[in-house]
């Protein structure tokens, strides 16, 4: 195990002197590294002692390191271990400006709203000119950087002893080899245009050779090693669409793994990257008495669309209901008439059981009712349909289009 190795193993396990011992020692080979410096910033800022000039020292020598680089997760970082250290150090207007770089960076990061309030508790105990409160610090700093080694060349010293003459040879630092990325900060992205998804699992250091990768018409998955001798196993089952797996790719990057999944339905935007509908599997055959298997999903199903509503017994299924009220009565064999009431059944009958259930329905209403079926079918462009009068009289009915749909102007 390279010193990196050992560093990040006491960091976990909370041996923070031994932390920085062996991050001292990983510099020393690689004076590079800017998560080194990341590191060891946070074993001084928990050593006990603490050691806060060092860990602000390593984190500004991080954050110079990161940002001529132009690594925006590594910036984040060092800028966070940057603010957290000046804190420490009383810094509280300068730590407070750093904080808000990290937020204009990532306004996500959980610890934020934390370090706010234990920032403007401190402030507002300060006076508006006390030296704590005030704002010295650049977004950037200049800090003279380590020189950087150059481990291919040999650097030599003659020493006498015994009438010889001894060469001392600095041997080259070995390449970290495998997934440098931790398990649990490896994150996945995506995104979308007419005719592709890609989608981008940020792991530093996917060995190619040993990748498994697995691309299906609604489902992909991607297994890997890691240093710690398990296997990183990532899938997305099932996909919200189908793709076209012959015109599908995956690469392996130094920092991710990209796929570009073909959409079988150019021009389909998905709403989001995974299906919550289940996948079931059927065969059908195919000449030659070939069987294929064949992913069906319920979303692809005869159901009807689904409408939005707020109703708060939920969705209704209209069509059911249509099918119910639109039945023809049983005939009452006394009396001989249908049971209707003012022979409206007669009047729908033999048309779509739909709109004659919706006929019937407004026939029957009072204008309230009436006023709001038309304002609520017009408005939303046939997408809603309302009886409550007291809503829709507020205001314009906006089109809410079914579920995986999108309205567009016409």
Known sequence: MDQAAKG???LGS???PAAVTHYTNAIAANSQAVDYYIKRSTAYTRISPPDHAAAFSDAEI????ASKRGKRELIIQAQLRRAIALFSLERYGDS??????VKQMDENDKSLKIWEMKLETKLKALSDDDEKAKILVKQYPDVELPAKKDSRKSATSTGVESGKSTAIVTEQAPKPEGVQTPADKIRHEWYQTQDHVVVSLFAKGVPKDKATIDIQAHSLAISFPLPTGSDYDFSLDPLYGEVDVAASTAKVMSTKVEFTLQKSSPGEMWPQLESDMPVIEAETEEK???VKRVALADRNSKSGPFYPTSSKSGPKNWDKVAD???KKPKKDKKHGDEGGEDGLEDDYEGADPVNGFFQSLYSRADPDTKRAMMKSYQESNGTALSTNWAEVGKGKVETQPPNGMEAKPW
């Open 324 to 326: 119910e009220l639109t």
């Open 14 to 16: 909370k041996d923070f």
């Open 96 to 101: 407070r400006q750093c904080f808000e770089w």
């Open 8 to 10: 990040a193993a006491a």
């Open 288 to 290: 030659g008495g070939e």
């Open 62 to 65: 991080a954050l110079t390191l």
